[in-house]
């Protein structure tokens, strides 16, 4: 488990550097941007989250163990009852739940370990693993971004967060992006 808390880090970090050298390119406000600007910043972030070292299938040993070990929520059900009620947090776990849009069902929940921020792991509502979120970059400090997994291994998007109130959601493939401004979507651009 060391070993791979170490390659995780030593990956991480070479991303960090990359993050921290694309830094001085970015503009944070892109609600005043118009639409042939943001075209252009999507371009200019895209190779950054679509880089050489990332992947749109993982099956690595070390992906495997990660499912292995966290396949099902081992403080299910009070990690679910607590994202339900929207605790930010339970024991030293972060919680993310995520609710459907107009009744306000919990679907899923989001559980980040605090000795290992780079992960959020995704559970349905019966505390059964769905997907992963690996982030990379300056987190928790901006920019940085983040690469959603199926348990298959498949790359499900990639999202980049240059500031607190700005998500640009790249598909699996990288040819479109969503610019979500305070969680609400503003524009789909073909990347």
Do not use: W
């Not at 060391?2 to 550097?17: M, N, P, R």
């Not at 959603?148 to 990288?174: A, C, R």
């Amino acid at each position: 488990m060391k070993k791979l808390i170490l390659i995780i880090t030593l990956f991480c970090t070479s991303l960090c550097v990359k993050a921290y050298q694309y830094q001085g390119n970015q503009t944070s406000d892109i609600s005043n941007m118009t639409l042939a600007e943001k075209v252009q910043y999507i371009r200019q972030i895209k190779p950054f989250v679509f880089s050489k070292e990332s992947k749109d299938k993982i099956n690595s040993p070390e992906f495997i163990h990660i499912l292995a070990s966290h396949k099902q929520d081992k403080k299910y059900p009070d990690q679910y009852y607590a994202a339900q009620t929207n605790y930010k947090s339970f024991e030293t776990n972060y919680l993310y739940p995520l609710f459907t849009k107009h009744f306000k069902i919990m679907y899923m929940y989001g559980v980040q370990e605090q000795d290992n921020i780079r992960i959020i792991y995704y559970y349905n509502v019966l505390g059964k693993l769905q997907m992963l979120d690996f982030i990379y970059g300056n987190y928790p400090n901006y920019p940085y971004f983040s690469k959603k997994y199926k348990t298959s291994g498949k790359l499900i998007e990639s999202s980049y967060y240059p500031d607190k109130d700005t998500q640009i959601k790249f598909n699996d493939k990288g040819t479109s992006a969503e610019i979500l401004i305070n969680e609400k979507l503003t524009d789909k651009i073909k990347s």
